[in-house]
């Protein structure tokens, strides 16, 4: 079972910047990924980012790339995942959430599907004002 508590979210002016955590608790994969999905109203539910727990690999949807990071920190048996947004667009607003997966159920073409990931965060609003 894996537990994720997401913050960060709030109302930002277009060209600022935010930064969500996600802290990731308990895991019953030996190498899961974490990535961050995010849904506009009246929109699918889309992904964002993505990192491997066991060597940090990265992806990102082509619309922040360049604009967001994302990293981790580990301690002890607690993964805290970030997501550094700058550059934020009013498209950019939707409610974030992170999501954990087993590495090999989201490798590849799978990364951002979000039926394979069996764990969310309740999800954090981001507000872009334009």
């Known amino acids: 079972e894996v537990q994720l508590v997401e913050s960060g979210g709030g109302l930002v002016q277009a060209g600022g910047s935010l930064r969500l955590s996600c802290a990731a608790s308990?895991?019953?994969?030996?190498?899961?990924?974490i990535s961050w999905f995010r849904q506009a109203p009246g929109k699918e539910r889309e992904g964002v980012s993505w990192i491997s727990k066991s060597d940090g690999r990265t992806d990102y949807v082509g619309s922040v790339k360049g604009r967001f990071t994302i990293s981790s920190d580990i301690y002890a048996n607690m993964v805290t995942v970030y997501l550094q947004m700058n550059s934020l667009k009013h498209g950019d607003t939707a409610v974030y959430y992170c999501?954990?997966?087993?590495?090999?159920?989201?490798?590849?073409?799978?990364?951002?599907?979000?039926?394979?990931?069996?764990?969310w965060g309740q999800g954090t609003q981001v507000t872009v004002s334009s």
């Open positions: 999501a954990a997966g087993e590495a090999a159920r989201v490798e590849k073409i799978w990364k951002f599907v979000p039926s394979r990931y069996p764990y």
């Open positions: 308990g895991s019953t994969f030996d190498d899961y990924v």
